[in-house]
């Protein structure tokens, strides 16, 4: 049942490999760098899981000591997974201990992956999700590992390759939105989303984002939910 | 910074990372029914989601520097047409990478 599960997740993982395991190399490189023993991206890989905070962390770790600034830059940085736990309510629902790990592990690219694919039948749903993550868990972890070992020793054009994110996000939203009868919820999304990255920063435009998502879903609700259409 | 207080750091950053994930699962918990309006955004919310991840993936590109974004308008194009020829995630996501590898090196 487990082998199964993972022969199932694999295929979808494979782009988060792409991804994922060089930009946790890149990461670890990063960290060596800046002087800081393999330790510490693999420790933080491990505990924080999570690509941009980790970057951002380097920064505050070689900054002077400000624990509470630490802790809300957390809370902002990773203010998106509320939205995907909210998505999960349901599907996690009955995992037993496997839920732990699943929340866990619930970065961009698994919560993307868990929602959005077809478990082929006969494969357990919970192995299955729990492949997802353990997996891509496993890319990052190992890669930002590797990375903070092999320091300045390495060198490679990796220019570009970062699109294979945004490549499987963009697959990923097109599967969603031909599943999906009516799209008012993804337009809300794109439009709230695309008008807030012009309205403020790079750096500042996610939080505001996903406000103004909230709003219009809660103003819009009546009639979203008479259109109906949602998967 | 001390040892101690880059432990702390790194702590602090797991524990807000942490609430981020497990405080819906912890508010609404399996004993009490879900409210009506939260079992609404879990519905509502995935394809906003993907959308919003879309662009945050996208939220370097310039388009008045730079490259003006084309490279990966392109890319994202070869992404989506792909996807509508094949269906296949696989050839969608690697043709799309390939080709904004391409363009980068070659012609940005």
């Known amino acids: 049942m487990i082998k199964e599960a993972f022969k199932a997740a694999f295929p979808h993982t494979v782009p988060v490999f792409a991804g994922l395991w060089f930009l946790g ?4 490189i990063y960290m060596n760098a800046s002087g800081f023993s393999f330790v510490y991206p693999l420790l933080m890989a491990m505990f924080i899981y999570g690509g941009s905070l980790e970057f951002v962390a380097v920064t505050m770790l070689l900054s002077s000591f400000a624990p509470a600034q630490a802790f809300l ?9 509320l939205f995907y736990g909210l998505s999960m309510l349901d599907r996690f629902r009955g995992m037993g201990w496997k839920k732990f790990c699943l929340i866990f592990g619930m970065c961009d690219e698994t919560f993307s992956i868990n929602y959005s694919a077809k478990i082929p039948d006969g494969v357990d749903r919970g192995w299955f999700m729990f492949a997802v993550t353990f997996l891509n868990y ?33 697959v990923i939203f097109m599967d969603q939105w031909m599943k999906d009868r009516k799209h008012w919820t993804a337009l809300i999304g794109l439009v709230c989303t695309i008008l807030c990255r012009v309205v403020f920063t790079a750096e500042s435009f996610m939080i505001p984002s996903m406000i103004c998502i909230l709003l219009c879903l809660t103003f819009l609700r009546k009639p979203i939910e008479r259109e109906g259409g949602l998967s | 910074m001390t040892i101690t207080q880059q432990i702390v750091t790194i702590a602090l950053l797991a524990l807000g990372t942490m609430i981020t994930r497990f405080l819906p699962f912890l508010v609404f918990s399996g004993k009490r029914p879900t409210p009506a309006y939260v079992q609404y955004l879990g519905h509502a919310l995935p394809s906003a989601v993907f959308a919003m ?17 084309v490279p990966e308008l392109i890319a994202t194009l070869v992404t989506v047409g792909l996807h509508l020829w094949k269906r296949q995630m696989l050839i969608s996501i690697a043709g799309g990478t390939v080709c904004y590898m391409l363009l980068r090196h070659l012609v940005f």
């Open chain 1, 25 to 28: 190399l890149a990461y670890g």
């Open chain 2, 53 to 69: 991840l879309v662009v945050y993936c996208m939220k370097n590109v310039s388009l008045v520097s730079g490259t003006h974004g």
């Open chain 1, 138 to 170: 496993i890319y990052w972890v190992s890669g930002a590992a590797l990375g903070g070992i092999l320091g300045g020793l390495v060198h490679f054009d990796t220019d570009g390759l970062s699109f294979v994110m945004t490549a499987m996000f963009i």
């Open chain 1, 73 to 81: 830059m957390a809370l902002v940085i990773q203010a998106r997974h």
